[in-house]
């Protein structure tokens, strides 16, 4: 029997010479690594800057912060993610609104989101689930008709003069969209690094923006240098310089920045990153090719006018309950295959339950969740593994 891990970081001995080098260059906090990281990332997002944080989750929430998102304000978010897309915007004290998916579908009802949207609200944030990239013509078509309703209390807002589009776009570094990288279709998007992600900095996100009318991006760019360091005026870096030891702190803020450490990492897997989106798609297309006639419902990864990053390999047991799904998860756990489930609706967890949601108000993202099983998708599986994973997979939903 084979023991296949869901997620494992793909690691060579290529990040460890990065790393080992960050760590004799005596610079391991944010540095020139970091620096290089972000001006690389932008250019393969196709955007003119980008900032580098400790997680896609401070991305989000120090956005929401220089928007001025905060009490009073509405941000809508799918009840069908991670519990970050709408934690943010509890920390920033705003009110969470959520939609339902589509039904059969894992995105947004774009219908339901235009009808939700008042004169409160701030943001949408969409998420780009498993990799694949959202309906951004329907997303901006949806703030675009409920413009006249949208009232900026500041300049950033004035600028946009509509419903803010925020991605969580953690799944989807490196994915496609009507000729369009993933980082320059929405208003922000940010990226996460985590360790289970295609490309890893351990920890770590990036946040991309489109340029704005109005809105400085240099100006941009320095707010979150303030608030991921503390408020201070000056970086580690720009202290360095002779003479330069004399900073502000103009604001209590946060301590979230990104490591040399971390991007070292990043700067790596940025090298091989084309090899690996390769052979996530290789994976997906095999998987594709051996569930075809089974009672299933395949994320849709790849087609003529997109291209996902092909995180997540999430599979609907069409017609099967919950029970079933459970025990698909344990027959593969018992075969040595670890699968998942993306994801448990925000409506079933304790601490939306605790802010008045509740799962039956969102009976699509319920039909969506209650029958998914999400397979092992990356880079660190042998063809062989794939091949073992498929096989005992086939087999037990068939039974």
Not at 171 to 176: E, M, R, S, T
Request: proline fraction near 4%.
């Amino acid at each position: 029997m084979k023991n296949i891990p869901f997620s494992p970081p793909d690691m060579t001995e290529a990040e460890i010479i990065e790393v080992s080098e960050a760590l004799r260059s005596g610079w391991i906090t944010t540095g020139p690594r970091t620096k290089e990281f972000e001006h690389l990332i932008a250019m393969c997002c196709q955007t003119s800057k980008v900032v580098c944080l400790n997680s896609a989750t401070a991305c989000m929430e120090l956005i929401l912060r220089v928007l001025g998102v905060g009490p009073g304000d509405e941000v809508i978010v799918p009840s069908y993610t991670y519990t970050a897309t709408a934690s943010v915007v509890c920390h920033v004290g705003a009110k969470v609104v959520m939609v339902d998916t589509t039904p059969e579908a894992f995105e947004m009802d774009y219908d339901k989101l235009s009808e939700v949207i008042t004169e409160r609200t701030k943001v949408v944030i969409p998420v780009d689930l498993g990799g694949v990239v959202c309906n951004y013509d329907r997303i901006f078509s949806s703030v675009e008709s409920k413009k006249s309703l949208f009232s900026p209390t500041n300049d950033i807002q004035k600028a946009f003069g509509r419903v803010i589009v925020l991605t969580d776009a953690a799944h989807a570094f490196g994915a496609k969209w009507h000729g369009k990288m993933c980082g320059e279709i929405a208003d922000f998007t940010s990226f996460s690094f985590h360790a289970v992600k295609n490309l890893t900095t351990a920890e770590g996100g990036a946040l991309t923006w489109r340029s704005m009318e109005g809105i400085d991006n240099e100006w941009l760019y320095k707010q979150f240098q303030l608030l991921s360091l503390h408020g201070q005026s000056k970086d580690a870096l720009a202290k360095t310089r002779l003479g330069a030891w004399e900073y502000d702190v103009v604001a209590p803020n946060f301590k979230c920045n990104m490591t040399d450490i971390m991007a070292a990492i990043g700067l790596s897997q940025l090298k091989r990153y084309p090899e690996l989106l390769y052979r996530r798609r290789q994976i997906v297309e095999h998987y594709n090719k051996a569930l075809r006639g089974c009672n299933v419902q395949v994320l849709d990864h790849y087609g003529d006018d997109h291209s996902s990053s092909g995180h997540l390999y999430m599979v609907r047991l069409l017609g099967k309950d919950r029970d079933f799904r459970n025990r698909v998860l344990m027959e593969m756990a018992e075969r040595g295959v670890a699968c998942n489930v993306h994801y448990k609706p925000l409506p079933m967890m304790t601490a939306y339950k605790n802010l008045g949601f509740d799962i039956k108000d969102f009976p699509n993202a319920y039909n969506q969740y209650c029958n998914e099983v999400t397979l092992p998708l990356h880079t660190c599986l042998s063809d062989d593994e794939v091949e073992y994973v498929i096989s005992n997979f086939v087999e037990i939903i068939s039974k």
